[in-house]
């Protein structure tokens, strides 16, 4: 453990990654409670899963065709955005469908990540980071763009905080209210797509569900509201963030899958004392 | 009983989910300041007949007026209490914020809730007896005190118009008369409207019964006789007597 405070001193890719942490951590406590409480962590997931896709397509453009304008994280931004609102609609439209699109979203998205992947010449390790995240890999350039969804992400999320409650705890009231909620149900989804987004670059694709639900569950054990909720939520996924990364460091083991042992560690240990 | 402007009024109404009908020619009307309650068996079309009125669901044939107009048009001003076992029971919320959403369509679209809104809905809880309780988890709340949040969250918007869905429903009977009590008070200031399945112990209560098994009759609580309760529930039914303040004869 001291041997990775006295490395973050020394290493401005470490604190880039820290921050990278953090910064993710506020997104997926705020998005985290709403994904936790509305209970639709199974779409996050295959969001989570199409956004391959996205990363494929933009990296197959940018190394054989020379695209620069699209960015890997630019097109999981694309691909997560769109599977949120194809699941969205048809959920809408046709209920009873909604768990046959979100596997058919799951898989097809992987699978054409996979074909774009296997038509790019390079290296396989970008799947391998895309699958299983490389914190320690964060360039400013992905900072910024984290700090931007951030922003977005969390900015709406507070605004809409009593219509979103609303929604999520009781949908048929908040509609004879007068609410949208078709249009809140579809703005979450697409404010999870952006958060999955975020988390990738922390974990990677598969873990990604675990980060975002883990913290929330942990945190939703003990909290009277869902504002406290979101607070402790970002509290417990920054400590899961770095902690992951400090305890990862020394042994040289796989940041991500470390995060995710600890996040779900402490979530038994919460079972454990508030059952 | 003359009602010259009905709060709720049904012309013709027909309603099915599938080919066959649930309710068919339903005609009747509910006057300002009423305490109804809707009975009749399972499966009578009892809460079909609140959906209508809330506008959720479209009548076949026929008209479903509020203030008249469609539903649609003045759910604003509409307070509806739905049946509380369909809501998560973990979900993180305390009692004042339930009570909150009741403001929405009445409130700012972006933002926090305003001062007005927060006295609104503290009124409302004061209504209910529960002005205490307004920082508690709604998940550690009885169920008669989670009934009085749902009915103070309908009454938080200030409505006209109050439809309740079973608000009795797994209660004990302590709790439902002082629900029914309750209720009953708001009657004086709003129309209420109320679903329950329990005819005799209603009938106690409310001013107008509203008899639903497919078709609709509608009668006044002090003229229920058995003859109308077999003829909604069917000839096997019996009857078990119970103290009436009044006199049985039937219209």
Known sequence: ?275 | MNHVEPVIRMDGVDFGYDESLVLENVNFTIGERDFASIVGPNGGGKTTLLKLMLGLIEPRRGQVCIFQTSPHRVRTRIGYMPQHSQLDPKFPVCVLDVVLTGRLGITRTIGPYRASDKAAARQALHEVGLAEQESRPFSTLSGGQRQRVLIARALASQPDLLLLDEPTANLDLRVQDDLYELLRQLSTRVTVVLVSHDVGFVSKFVKTVVCVNRSVHVHSSGDLDSEAIIRLYGRDVRLLHHEHDGPCTHR
């Open chain 1, 1 to 275: 453990m001291s041997e990775f405070i006295r490395a973050l001193f020394e290493h401005p890719f470490l604190q880039m990654s820290v921050a990278t942490g953090v910064l993710a951590s506020v997104a997926c406590g705020v998005i985290g409670t709403y994904v936790v409480t509305r209970r639709i962590s199974y779409i996050a997931g295959a969001i989570s899963h199409s956004v391959l896709g996205g990363l494929g397509a933009a990296r197959y453009l940018e190394v054989v065709h020379g695209w620069t304008l699209l960015t890997p994280l630019g097109g999981a931004a694309i691909a997560a955005v769109l599977s949120a609102l194809i699941i969205g609609v048809v959920s809408l439209r046709a209920k009873q469908r909604e768990d046959t699109v979100i596997g058919a979203i799951w898989a097809v998205g992987m699978a054409v990540g996979i074909l774009f992947i296997a038509k790019t010449p390079g290296y396989d390790k970008d799947l391998m980071s895309y699958l299983f995240g490389n914190i320690l890999l964060v360039t400013q350039e992905d900072l910024w763009l984290i700090v931007c969804l951030d922003l977005l992400v969390v900015a709406t999320g507070l605004l809409f905080y009593n219509k979103f409650l609303a929604v999520c705890f009781d949908e048929e009231f908040a509609r004879l209210r007068g609410i949208r909620v078709d249009f809140y149900y579809l703005l979450l989804l697409c404010l999870t797509a952006l958060t999955v987004v975020v988390l990738v670059r922390v974990v990677g694709i598969i873990l990604v569900i675990a980060l975002l639900t883990l913290p929330a569950a942990t945190a939703g054990q003990f909290s009277r509201t869902m504002l406290r909720m979101m607070a402790w939520a970002t509290a417990i996924c920054i400590f899961m963030t770095t902690g992951g990364l400090a305890l990862s460091y020394g042994p040289g083991l796989p940041a991500g899958a470390t995060m995710i042992v600890l996040a779900a560690a402490v979530y038994l240990a919460s079972l454990l004392i508030w059952r």
